[in-house]
């Protein structure tokens, strides 16, 4: 019985929420109608376009025509010649293969042709031996975000090959 009054006291309560009641502060005031038509005592000509009432000078002002230089055009076959931009190249770093007697030759050298780009595997089998005989070995020079991308993906192989980004003039 509760849960039957209590749902007919929302439902009352969300039916009188969006009913429309008239506002008591809200009379309605009659308006007053003019008309648009001019009249036969209307000697202006009633609601048309009012003429002003002051006095308007219009003046026009013509320029002169001037002989304007023209500047010269190339023909289509030349180049167009543009500002030259001075570009610096991009410093350079070196990936470094750090030897550890752990590795497996044939792991380490298809993960470096894997993630190496310019890399084949007569390159990374050179790599490989000259890293294990001298305790790093050069694998490219290559722009900073490139280079460390390498590095990353070297370490995060697994098994884990070491490898460090140098930069190159050291």
Do not use: W
């Not at 000697?43 to 001037?66: R, Y």
């Amino acid at each position: 019985m509760r849960h039957f009054i209590f749902l007919l006291l929302a439902y009352a309560s969300t039916t009188l929420a969006f009913t429309i009641t008239p506002n008591p502060t809200f009379t309605h005031r009659p308006t007053t109608t003019t008309t648009l038509f001019a009249g036969e005592s209307d000697k202006e000509g009633g609601a048309a376009i009012a003429k002003p009432k002051v006095g308007i000078d219009t003046k026009q002002v013509q320029k002169q025509k001037s002989k304007s230089v023209s500047k010269q055009r190339n023909k289509s076959s030349d180049p167009i010649s543009r500002r030259d931009e001075d570009f610096q190249d991009a410093p350079m770093f070196k990936v470094m293969l750090i030897g550890d007697e752990s590795y497996e030759q044939a792991h380490v050298m298809q993960r470096i042709c894997e993630i190496m780009d310019d890399m084949d595997e007569n390159q990374a089998a050179t790599i490989f031996k000259s890293a294990q005989q001298s305790g790093q070995a050069m694998c490219g020079k290559y722009p900073l975000e490139h280079a460390e991308m390498y590095k990353e993906q070297l370490v995060r192989s697994d098994p884990m090959i070491y490898a460090d980004v140098q930069d190159e003039n050291k």
